[in-house]
């Protein structure tokens, strides 16, 4: 699953971005993929999150905080598993996903494209990891 550190969040927006620990772009972060209960990320917090490119870039999805962070700043609470209602709006966006990325390239008869099937399977893997 991937993981950076919260860049920055705006809670009065509703969103920010993640520095992604693989040097990658920073991730979109909006408020609907935070765990239940927390309203806003303090700058430097671990998280873990699935991601899906979309028109205007990455974007994080049932995003999952690992560690506060490491300064001064307010602790932001862990969680060690997704509630179930995070889960079934994680699995509502990877149904999504699945519509609108995967199901019109099989119903052509062809496979997606690697770089999408390669993000697709790391979603369906970390959401079966939480139902585990």
Same mark, same amino acid.
């Given at each position: 699953? $991937?993981?950076?550190?919260?860049?920055?969040? !705006?809670?009065?927006?509703?969103?920010?971005?993640?520095?992604? @620990? !693989?040097?990658?772009? @920073?991730?979109?972060?909006?408020? @609907? #993929?935070? $765990?239940?209960?927390?309203?806003?990320?303090?700058?430097? &917090?671990?998280?873990?999150?699935?991601?899906?490119? &979309?028109?205007?870039?990455?974007?994080?999805?049932?995003?999952?905080?690992?560690?506060?962070?490491? &300064?001064?700043? #307010?602790?932001? =609470?862990? &969680?060690?598993?997704?509630? $179930?209602?995070?889960?079934?709006?994680?699995?509502? !966006?990877?149904?999504?996903?699945?519509?609108?990325?995967?199901? $019109?390239?099989?119903?052509?008869?062809?496979? =997606? !494209?690697?770089?999408?099937?390669?993000?697709? #399977?790391?979603?369906?893997?970390?959401?079966?990891?939480?139902?585990?």
């Amino acid at each position: 699953m $991937p993981s950076g550190r919260v860049k920055w969040f !705006d809670a009065e927006k509703g969103f920010g971005f993640v520095s992604r @620990d !693989d040097g990658g772009k @920073d991730v979109f972060v909006h408020r @609907d #993929a935070l $765990p239940e209960g927390v309203e806003e990320l303090a700058k430097g &917090t671990k998280v873990e999150y699935s991601m899906i490119d &979309t028109r205007r870039g990455v974007q994080a999805m049932g995003l999952h905080v690992v560690a506060a962070p490491q &300064t001064g700043a #307010a602790p932001v =609470p862990e &969680t060690s598993k997704r509630s $179930p209602e995070e889960l079934n709006s994680l699995l509502q !966006d990877l149904i999504g996903v699945l519509e609108q990325q995967v199901m $019109p390239p099989l119903s052509r008869g062809r496979h =997606p !494209d690697r770089k999408t099937g390669a993000k697709i #399977a790391e979603l369906l893997r970390a959401v079966a990891s939480d139902l585990e």
